[in-house]
């Protein structure tokens, strides 16, 4: 506990620019001010730097670039590898875990330990690790480095502690899983193929034990030859030499023949008893040409070849298809008897898998589903059923379904929300899947204490907005919202328009949400706003539109001259507010091409539409071209459901809009706000000559060119990554001719947004007319405010030092130096609340707090009617006070404290639906919940406290004095991306995340550093954009195009983690083999009685030579390593005591068995002397 008492006077005599511009803020950081005063502020710290810890919690979505698959039939849990070194293992719904290699290499194969609880990963830089799953975090117990050759195929048969592994020189390699150390016993490629063979048979391509006998190994090489190694007698077998490359092989399970998948398109058949020639070949998708010829068909990659008892067997294999089919999706093929069913799948196959009912290869198979790792997507197909249906997958794999352009995460949502959407939501649900479970369930999952509603929301290109069920660590989608279904379809050739975006124009930008009002709003692509309502109920609806020009100049006046010099007016220029629908076309007062280019860049469906039950869209927003300039992206947006208002502002100027009475309030630029009060002097801007641009092309591109591996230059602002033009050459003459060029406020180009002067002739930018390589509102955002200062971001162009993938590079000047360049300033961050808008005020009214990218804020105080109806009827008044804060750097979040340190919720409307059935007995009334910073301070008096962070520094204000009372300098050598204040241990703090990777908490008021953590030492464009806080103490950002990753900064949190993860290992018996029947067992050859340990073990192989690889121990702890060592092992001892006392049983068996034989021969001798004594003796004798 910490007691801060500072104490201030001089609250009201400080002019504004005094106290802002004065060193009395402070530069050092937590500096207090030494304003002294009668009053005191007294609060109480509680958090310290050990409530802090970071660390990563789970992550969701598909697995980026997949490169490997692997499934343990007994504890029934999948593994994906991938190409950036990650493994995710999943079990059923709540059971998925994340690993990565620390080398980042490629994972090529994978290998479970079937029942053990382990899985070796073999990665492209040619090392073994052993990861214990035994462990709700799995770790790395063993690495085996090979130095001299390349690995190309692994093989670990069922209960075995041998790995074989095969290589690129066509050697095959045997390791000791227990101890992961490699055996003496090797077989070299050149013993394996004859002495007469001239070339070399190429990398081994697949390796297999036979199913009949253990002590036999098939060696596949990439040439089309195939070897099997007796690895007892140590010499081949049988050899056979085919002229098509092999892709793989796979076993009949009585291990008298084997199929093989060639490149050429073909299936071939081997029989054991004759090895000379195929027994059968197959050209599955090859059909015969007219000239007798068959068609070429492209390699089939893999085949499974899988028995069943009661039917034909399966043959599965995915590739073959003929050449001349050009366009064709990729195909799995299932061929049972002489059905072949053909399945087209969106993506590329990386892999495939057979799931079967045993886990031994001499049994009959019983397949049952087939596990399909896509590109990007995972899908198992059910066996069991003969149309062949898909299993529902429950992992939250098509996050990616259309690229993710934005994210939000909400903590303690009301616990009503999540059940209502789901409930939506499922209405729309996919049908057709397979009735049956899930198969991949392993693993236990339960529902841990510390759980509690959230939300995760992501936005994407083609305009689509999910709604998740974040808790408890999972990932369940409620509800799909499509933002598209406002407009119409724009058509091809529709004028500028239709040229504005091309690929997409409903991209979502940003989103705001309200979950207590259920008040949803969405910035778009195309510079569009749409809010949305929450009803239980569907409705006939038209949707109301509004246009707004919000492109104003101080020399070039847009708005009528009767509204020049008002700072309050409800008609902005382009339109009368009170005409809710407006065509494209429609005129515009203040230039003479109004007429023609005042045209939003989306046309609105102008009819009655009927809406489903879920978020139903009320009003759409849209800003206008103007003489030939497309509108620029909304940058900054907040909604607020007691006020009934909505602000939204760019690099132009600010927007305020009445939703309930579908009014624009306000529409200024950014200097009309600050009136008199301008904190810095400004240069008067020369008149800028007509652009020419010989650019044919707009540089407005859809938001997945952003996900490509594009080799472009990027440049990025506060709110929008926007690529240049080609012409490189031509932008950089166009800078040169004007002062006013984008080099500090990347994201307005243009500093105006007219083409030229007044006086001078105009250009008409039509269709056919050159169209400029600027900047559009085609790029995605870096949600919320970022910096007003150009960041150059480079993609991979090359492998060298000057263009590193992902990284910033960031050329800029301070914001205070560069304002002579450049006057544009973006808004960049807005919130409305309950605050003081003058010094003089005594009671809290309405405002808006707005934040610039130049680090100035700025107060607007509103008049909003209290009273239902009188809200209706009566306009809302809004100007500008004049109070102005300063910061280093483009402003980025506001946080509202009492003066005891206690968050400040913005007020909210209480959400009722407005398509309900009427009740006369409870009249309809708005409820609102206010948070007044009056309310809840008796002891403290009147006043709070404003928190306001930017990209360098956050301040701590007292209003209504504006007194800084804390200041922190946060960066000097970086810059903030994301900054908030939340909640967490029942108490509130700043949270920072840099540029650098740095992630940072400071607590509140006194600014004090309590977390810093290098935690990604580089940040690329995806995470800086997607990065978000909630409260709790989590984060989230998008790690890949396809994974959200999920961390906690939060001590607490992290030492509930291992309650809430699940377990991955679950103790499950080992199902017993199958009787084989004595005929089988004599015939079958000696399976069973052959000893790897004997012939790979020290004693008989020797060492290997110490420079082919290298052991490199885990960090998986002895504990671990101990029961991985054991596990093997362990199964091996168990079935030798097993075998010992089944024959200790037999042994008494065969001792009671002679016990009866020779108390049965006693009892016969006995009763023969007693007939012998008997036989004469008369009846009477007796």
């Known amino acids: 506990m910490k007691k801060f008492r500072k104490v201030l006077d001089g609250l009201t005599t400080s002019s504004p620019g005094g106290t802002i511009g004065s060193p009395s803020c402070g530069s050092a950081a937590g500096t207090p001010t030494a ?84 899985l070796v990963t073999a990665c492209a830089d040619d090392t073994l690790h052993l990861w214990n799953l035994r462990q709700r975090r799995p770790a790395i117990l063993h690495s085996l480095k090979f130095n001299r050759e390349r690995i190309t195929f692994c093989h670990l ?34 013993k394996a193929i004859e002495l007469s063979t001239k070339t070399h048979p190429g990398p081994v391509v697949h390796l297999s034990d036979s199913p009949k006998d253990e002590g036999k190994l098939l060696i596949g090489f990439e040439s089309g030859t195939i070897v099997q190694w007796d690895l007892r007698g140590k010499k081949a077998d049988f050899r056979i030499y085919y002229d098509e490359a092999i892709h793989s092989v796979s076993w009949h399970h009585e291990g008298k023949q084997f199929m093989c998948s060639h490149s050429d398109g073909s299936l071939t058949l081997w029989n054991l008893r004759n090895t000379t020639k195929p027994f059968q070949v197959t050209f599955p998708h090859g059909k015969i040409q007219k000239d007798g010829r068959k068609e070429s068909c492209k390699p089939i990659l893999k085949v499974e070849y899988k028995t069943s008892r009661n039917s034909e067997p399966f043959v599965v294999f995915s590739g073959g298809l003929s050449y001349d089919k050009a366009g064709r999706r990729p195909t799995l093929t299932i061929m049972h008897g002489k059905a072949i069913t053909v399945l087209e799948m969106d993506y590329p196959i990386v892999e495939f898998m057979a799931l079967c009912e045993t886990p031994y290869n001499n049994e009959v198979q019983e397949p049952y589903a087939v596990v399909v790792l896509l590109e990007k ?14 299993f ?22 009301p616990p009503d929300i999540i ?39 992501t936005g994407h290109a083609d305009g689509s907005i999910k709604f998740w069920d974040a808790s408890a660590i999972t990932l369940q989608m409620l509800y799909k919202l499509k933002t598209s279904k406002v407009f119409e379809k724009p058509k091809q050739g529709e004028g500028r328009a239709a040229e504005l975006v091309e690929e997409d124009p409903f991209a979502v930008q940003m989103v705001s949400w309200c979950p207590q009002s259920r008040i949803f709003c969405v910035v778009g692509i195309s510079a569009h706003i749409i809010l949305y309502r929450f009803s239980k109920y569907d409705a006939n609806t038209q949707i109301v539109s509004l246009e707004v020009r919000l492109q104003c100049e101080p020399e070039d006046v847009i708005s009528p001259s009767e509204n020049e010099n008002n700072p309050c007016f409800s008609e902005p ?13 429609s005129p515009s007062s203040g230039t003479p091409e109004g007429i023609k280019d005042s045209i939003p860049c989306l046309k609105v469906k102008d009819r009655v539409v009927r809406v489903p039950p879920g978020y139903q869209a009320e009003l759409v927003i849209q800003l206008l071209w103007v003489d030939g300039e497309p509108p620029q992206q909304v940058t900054s947006l907040d909604i607020n459901s007691a006020y009934g208002l909505l602000a939204f502002g760019n690099c132009n100027g600010l927007a305020v809009v009445d939703y309930l009475q579908k009014t624009v309030l306000l529409c200024m630029s950014t200097l009309d706000l600050y009136g008199a009060t301008d904190p810095y002097q400004r240069l008067t801007r020369s008149p800028r000559r007509n652009r020419q641009s010989t650019s044919g092309k707009f540089c407005m591109r859809g938001l997945s060119n952003f996900y490509s591996d594009s080799k472009k230059r990027i440049r990025t602002s506060y709110q929008s990554l926007t690529e240049l033009s080609d012409n490189q050459q031509s932008i950089d003459m166009e800078r040169s001719k004007s002062p006013t060029s984008d080099h500090v406020n990347g994201h307005c180009t243009s500093p105006t947004s007219q083409p030229c002067s007044a006086g001078k002739p105009r250009v008409p930018m039509g269709p056919e007319g050159p169209r400029l390589t600027r900047r559009g509102p085609g790029r995605p955002p870096f949600r919320k405010a970022q910096s007003a200062a150009c960041m150059e971001i480079s993609l991979p162009v090359s492998h060298t030092e000057e263009s590193r993938e992902n990284s910033f590079s960031r050329s800029r000047s301070s914001s205070v130096s560069s304002i002579d360049r450049d006057t544009k300033e973006a808004i960049t961050t807005l919130q409305f609340g309950e605050s003081y808008g003058r010094k003089s005020d005594a009671l809290p009214t309405p405002c808006l707090w707005v934040g610039t990218s130049l680090g100035v804020v700025l107060l607007i105080p509103m008049s909003i009617p209290t009273d239902q109806e009188e809200r209706m009827e009566e306009p809302v008044t809004i100007g500008p006070s004049g109070a102005v804060l300063m910061l280093k750097g483009s402003v980025l979040s506001f946080g509202f404290l009492d003066c005891m340190g206690a968050l400040i919720q913005s007020p909210y409307e209480v959400w009722r639906d407005l398509n309900a059935p009427e009740d006369p007995d409870r009249p309809r009334r708005n409820k609102l919940v206010h948070f007044s910073p009056s309310s809840s301070q008796d002891t403290c008096g009147e006043g709070h406290l404003a928190v306001v962070c930017s990209e360098r520094q956050a301040k701590v204000f007292l209003m209504p004095s504006q007194s800084c009372l804390f200041v922190h300098n946060i960066t000097e050598s970086s810059f903030v991306l994301r900054a908030d204040v ?57 790690s890949s195009p396809t994974e959200i990753q999920r961390i906690t900064y939060s001590q607490e949190m992290c030492d509930n983690l291992q309650e809430m993860l699940g377990e991955l290992f679950t103790p499950i018996e080992t199902p017993e083999a199958q009787n084989r029947g004595f005929l089988k067992g004599f015939f079958g050859g000696n399976a069973h009685t052959f000893d790897r340990e004997e012939l790979f073990g020290e004693a008989a192989a020797g060492k290997a030579s110490r420079s082919l690889a290298q052991h490199i121990p885990g960090q998986g702890g002895m504990e671990g390593m101990k029961v991985a060592a054991s596990g093997a092992v362990g199964e091996l001892a168990r079935a030798r005591i097993a075998l010992d006392e089944r024959g200790q049983r037999l042994g008494e068996l065969e001792e009671r068995t002679a016990l009866m034989m020779t108390s049965a021969e006693t009892f016969s001798k006995h009763a023969h002397e007693l007939m012998l004594k008997c036989k004469d003796k008369k009846w009477y004798q007796f």
Not at 377 to 390: A, E, G, K, M, R
Request: hydrophobic letters at 35%; proline letters at 7%.
């Open 392 to 413: 529902e997958n429950p992992y939250p794999m098509d996050i990616h379904e259309s690229p993710v352009t934005c994210t939000a995460y909400f903590a303690d949502c």
């Open 573 to 585: 220029g382009s339109h009368s507010p009170q005409t809710y629908h407006q065509h494209p076309a």
């Open 35 to 118: 304003a002294p005063t009668p009053k005191e502020i007294d609060v109480q710290e509680t958090l310290a730097s050990e409530n802090f810890q970071l660390c990563k919690t789970v992550r969701h979505g598909f697995p980026y670039q997949p490169s490997a698959l692997a499934f343990d039939p007994v504890q029934k849990i999948l593994a994906v590898g991938s190409r950036s070194g990650g493994v995710r293992i999943l079990g059923r719904p709540g059971v998925d875990c994340y690993c990565q290699h620390e080398s980042g290499a490629a994972v090529l194969q994978l290998q479970f330990l079937v029942n053990e609880g382990a």
């Open 377 to 390: 997507d995972l899908i198992v197909v059910d066996l069991t059923q003969s149309n062949f249906p898909v």
């Open 157 to 190: 048969p069922f209960q075995s502690k041998w790995l074989y592994v095969g290589t690129e020189r066509g050697n095959t390699h045997i390791v000791n899983i227990e101890s992961f150390i490699l055996s003496g016993y090797v077989i070299m490629w050149n």
């Open 419 to 457: 059940p209502i959407l789901y409930s939506i939501g499922a209405k729309h649900k996919k049908t057709g899947y397979s009735q049956k479970e899930w198969p991949i369930s392993g693993g236990t999952w339960t529902l841990g204490s510390h759980t509690y509603p959230e939300v995760i929301i």
């Open 982 to 1038: 939340v909640s967490v241990c029942n108490s509130v703090c700043l949270a920072c995340f840099c540029a650098n990777g740095h992630v940072m908490t400071l607590s509140l008021p006194s600014l004090r550093p309590l977390m810093d953590v290098n935690y990604l030492p580089l940040t690329d464009m995806r995470i800086a954009r997607t990065f978000c806080f909630t409260n709790g103490g989590q984060a989230l950002y998008l």
